[in-house]
C-alpha cells in the first residue's frame, strides 16, 4: 500500500469513527424496564435478602455487599445504554431523557427498589447457609459427610460464611503436642481429645440435633483460650464471639440484632464470664435448641432463619444456675481444663502459630470429627472426665435439686401441699444464703420432678393444691 492511500485511509477514520456496539436498551423507558434490565444482566453476580440487603458472588460464596458496589453497577448499566434505537421505538431525545434521570440518586434507587424483588434476584434468608452438611472454603464446597471438595455455583450454593483457608490432610505435630499437653498424654487425656474433635466437628456442621452446651473451664494458662483462637481464626465469619454476658441473665431485654448475629454461624464463643454471673436458663434452651429464630440487622426488617450455631462458653468462673432442672443440665457439657503451663514453655502468640504452620492440617482434623458425626458416631455425652465434672457442677449449683434431695422425700405414696413445700424451699434458701426461685419457677420444677405434664395435674383436696409423689422430711429426718 502506498503512502498517500495510508493517509486518506487514517482521514477517513478520523471523519468516521468506528461506532462501539450498540448497547442494551430496557423493554420500556420506566423504573421497571430498568429494573428487568438490571436483573438479566446481574443475577448471577448479585441477590437481594430481604431483611438483610444486598449480596454479591465473590468466587465462591454470596457476601453483604457492605461497600454497596450494587449502586455503581447500577449506574454502570444506565451508561451502557444505547443512545440510539435501531427499532425506532424510541427517539433519540427519549433516550437522553430517560438515561439523565435513570443516572440520578432517586433514579439508580429506584431501579433497584424493584430489582430486589425480580424474579431470580431474590434470596430468602432461610435458605441462606442453611445447608447443614457443606462448608464453604476459598477452594470450594466441603461435604462434610465425605470431605470431597466441589467446585462453588452461584445458584446451588447459597453461602455467605467462609474459612480463612482450605483443608489440606497433612501431619499437625504442633497441634497434637498441644493437645496433649493440654490435656495429658496418658488414656484419659486421649480420651478427651477424642471426644473434643468430635465435639468440635458436630459444631463445624450446621446440625444442631445435639442440643450441647460445651463449658470450657479452668483457670488461666491452661489453653482453653488458644483453642477456641484457633478456631475462630481457621473458621472465618463461620465463627464469632458473642457479646459479652450473652447467656447471662440481664436486667434488659436483648436486642435482636444480638440473634442476627446468629445467623449462618456454625461457632459462636461466649467468653467473659465474671463472678457472680447466673445463667439466663430460658435464653440458653432458646439459643441451644433448634427452633426457628426471628432477628433483624440495623435499620432492617425482621427476618427468621434456622439456627445453625453451637455456642461455646469459656471461663474461669462458674455462673450460677437457678432453675436448672433437666431440660438444662442435660445441655451442659463442662470440659476442665486442669493442667497449668509453666512460664518457661509458652509460645508467645500460640493460636497464629498453630494457624500460620498448620492451619490447614487443622482444618482437615475439624472436618475429619464432622465426618465421624455424621456418619453415625454422634454420642456427645463425653467422657468420664467430662460426665463427673459436669454432674459436680450441678449438684454444686442446683439449689433446687438440693433442696429437694436435703429437705425431701420422693415416693408415690406421699403428697405435698404446695403452700407449705414452698415455705419450706424459702426457709432452706434462706439457710443456705442461696437466691430463691419464684413461686412459679419453682412449681414448675417441683412438677418436672414428680413428672406432672401441667398444674391442673396436681392433687386438689379441700381447695388445697398438692403436688403427689413428695413430701417434706420431718426435721430431724432432713438431711
Known amino acids: 500500500m502506498h503512502m498517500g492511500s495510508e493517509l486518506r485511509q487514517a482521514d477517513s477514520y478520523s471523519r468516521h469513527p468506528t461506532l462501539p456496539a450498540p448497547g442494551p436498551l430496557p423493554e420500556s423507558l420506566t423504573d421497571r424496564g430498568l429494573a428487568e434490565l438490571f436483573a438479566r444482566t446481574y443475577a448471577g453476580r448479585y441477590r437481594h435478602v430481604p431483611g438483610l440487603g444486598w449480596y454479591r458472588w465473590d468466587t465462591t460464596r454470596w457476601r453483604p455487599d457492605e461497600e454497596d458496589t450494587v449502586l455503581w453497577a447500577a449506574g454502570d448499566l444506565v451508561e451502557s445504554l444505547a443512545l440510539s434505537d435501531p427499532l425506532d421505538r424510541y427517539s433519540d431525545?427519549?433516550?437522553?431523557?430517560?438515561?439523565?434521570?435513570?443516572?440520578?440518586?432517586?433514579?439508580?434507587?429506584?431501579?433497584?427498589?424493584?430489582?430486589?424483588?425480580?424474579?431470580?434476584?431474590?434470596?430468602?434468608?432461610?435458605?441462606?447457609?442453611?445447608?447443614?452438611?457443606?462448608?464453604?472454603?476459598?477452594?470450594?464446597?466441603?461435604?462434610l459427610r465425605t470431605g470431597l471438595i466441589g467446585p462453588p455455583d452461584p445458584d446451588k450454593d447459597l453461602h455467605s460464611r467462609r474459612t480463612t483457608l482450605a483443608p489440606r490432610r497433612t501431619a499437625t505435630p504442633r497441634w497434637d503436642r498441644f493437645l496433649a499437653d493440654t490435656f495429658g498424654d496418658d488414656d484419659t487425656g486421649a480420651g478427651t481429645v477424642d471426644f473434643l474433635q468430635l465435639l468440635l466437628g458436630y459444631s463445624v456442621t450446621g446440625d444442631v440435633g445435639g442440643q450441647v452446651l460445651?463449658?470450657?473451664?479452668?483457670?488461666?494458662?491452661?489453653?482453653?483460650?488458644?483453642?477456641?483462637?484457633?478456631?475462630?481464626?481457621?473458621?472465618?465469619?463461620?465463627?464469632?464471639?458473642?457479646?459479652?454476658?450473652?447467656?447471662?441473665?440481664?436486667?434488659?431485654?436483648?436486642?435482636?440484632?444480638?440473634?442476627?448475629?446468629?445467623?449462618?454461624?456454625?461457632?459462636?464463643?461466649?467468653?467473659?464470664?465474671?463472678?457472680?454471673?447466673?445463667?439466663?436458663?430460658?435464653?440458653?434452651?432458646?439459643?441451644?435448641?433448634?427452633?426457628?429464630?426471628?432477628?433483624?440487622?440495623?435499620r432492617q426488617d425482621f427476618f427468621s432463619f434456622e439456627p445453625t450455631h453451637k455456642l461455646w462458653l469459656l471461663g474461669n468462673h462458674r455462673p450460677?444456675?437457678?432453675?436448672?432442672?433437666?431440660?438444662?443440665?442435660?445441655?451442659?457439657?463442662?470440659?476442665?481444663?486442669?493442667?497449668?503451663?509453666?512460664?518457661?514453655?509458652?509460645?508467645?502468640?500460640?493460636?497464629?502459630?498453630?494457624?500460620?504452620?498448620?492451619?490447614?492440617?487443622?482444618?482437615?482434623?475439624?472436618?475429619?470429627?464432622?465426618?465421624?458425626?455424621?456418619?453415625?458416631?454422634?454420642?456427645?455425652?463425653?467422657?468420664?472426665?467430662?460426665?463427673?465434672?459436669?454432674?459436680?457442677?450441678?449438684?454444686?449449683?442446683?439449689?433446687?435439686?438440693?433442696?429437694?434431695?436435703?429437705?425431701?422425700?420422693?415416693?408415690?405414696?406421699?403428697?405435698?401441699?404446695?403452700?407449705?413445700?414452698?415455705?419450706?424451699?424459702?426457709?432452706?434458701?434462706?439457710?443456705?444464703?442461696?437466691?430463691?426461685?419464684?413461686?412459679?419457677?419453682?412449681?414448675?420444677?417441683?412438677?418436672?420432678?414428680?413428672?406432672?405434664?401441667?398444674?391442673r395435674a396436681m392433687v386438689l383436696s379441700r381447695q388445697r393444691k398438692y403436688y403427689p409423689g413428695i413430701g417434706l422430711l420431718a426435721a430431724g429426718e432432713a438431711a
Request: net charge positive.
Open 320 to 455: 450460677e444456675v437457678g432453675t436448672g432442672g433437666f431440660a438444662f443440665w442435660r445441655r451442659m457439657r463442662l470440659i476442665p481444663f486442669e493442667r497449668v503451663v509453666a512460664d518457661g514453655t509458652r509460645v508467645d502468640n500460640l493460636a497464629d502459630v498453630l494457624v500460620a504452620e498448620e492451619g490447614p492440617g487443622i482444618l482437615a482434623w475439624l472436618i475429619t470429627g464432622a465426618r465421624r458425626y455424621l456418619c453415625g458416631d454422634r454420642d456427645l455425652t463425653g467422657p468420664e472426665r467430662v460426665r463427673v465434672a459436669t454432674a459436680a457442677y450441678a449438684e454444686t449449683e442446683d439449689h433446687t435439686g438440693r433442696f429437694v434431695a436435703e429437705a425431701c422425700a420422693l415416693d408415690p405414696a406421699l403428697r405435698a401441699e404446695q403452700t407449705g413445700l414452698h415455705e419450706a424451699y424459702r426457709a432452706w434458701c434462706r439457710n443456705e444464703g442461696v437466691q430463691p426461685l419464684s413461686s412459679r419457677a419453682l412449681a414448675a420444677r417441683i412438677r418436672e420432678t414428680v413428672g406432672l405434664a401441667s398444674p
Open 214 to 298: 460445651p463449658f470450657l473451664f479452668g483457670a488461666g494458662k491452661n489453653g482453653k483460650s488458644v483453642l477456641l483462637d484457633v478456631l475462630l481464626k481457621l473458621l472465618g465469619d463461620y465463627a464469632d464471639a458473642a457479646p459479652p454476658g450473652f447467656l447471662m441473665a440481664r436486667p434488659y431485654e436483648c436486642h435482636p440484632t444480638d440473634l442476627a448475629e446468629l445467623h449462618g454461624r456454625r461457632i459462636v464463643v461466649c467468653s467473659e464470664v465474671r463472678p457472680g454471673d447466673r445463667f439466663d436458663e430460658a435464653r440458653v434452651k432458646l439459643l441451644t435448641g433448634g427452633d426457628r429464630i426471628k432477628a433483624r440487622r440495623m
Open 93 to 143: 431525545a427519549a433516550l437522553r431523557r430517560h438515561r439523565c434521570r435513570a443516572l440520578s440518586t432517586t433514579g439508580v434507587n429506584a431501579m433497584l427498589a424493584q430489582a430486589r424483588s425480580a424474579p431470580g434476584m431474590v434470596l430468602n434468608a432461610a435458605r441462606l447457609d442453611a445447608d447443614p452438611y457443606a462448608l464453604c472454603t476459598p477452594d470450594g464446597i466441603v461435604d
